[in-house]
């Protein structure tokens, strides 16, 4: 998996389509409205269920996900069109996104 650098934050993301993500976006890339159209991804995963515990979408970014989860393995760049927001991961969240859990 790539290693965090300076530039790059941890971050969960959502589309317009409900799409929920995690991975390693260029922090550049949150100046201005730009990134609403179109973001990279690093190391992506996809949480294609979350438990009640996980504490909805803003959970996954507080906490990560939870064993009952299922989060696909990553792929090494993902681009994300149609945003609907985004939000920075804890550090706590990223350790269990990285583990990949599928319930």
Sequence with gaps: MTKKKTNRIPVVVFTD???????WADLA????DGWRRE?????????????????????LAATGPTTACRITPA???LTLVDL??????TDAAVKEWEAAPWG
Aim: hydrophobic content about 50%.
């Design 29 to 32: 890339a949150f100046d201005g």
């Design 75 to 77: 792929v090494a760049e």
């Design 17 to 23: 389509k409900r799409g929920v993500f995690f991975g």
């Design 39 to 59: 973001l990279v991804l690093t190391d992506a995963r996809m949480a294609v269920y979350w438990s009640a515990d996980a504490k909805g979408v803003l959970g």
């Design 84 to 89: 609907h927001g985004a939000t920075r991961c």
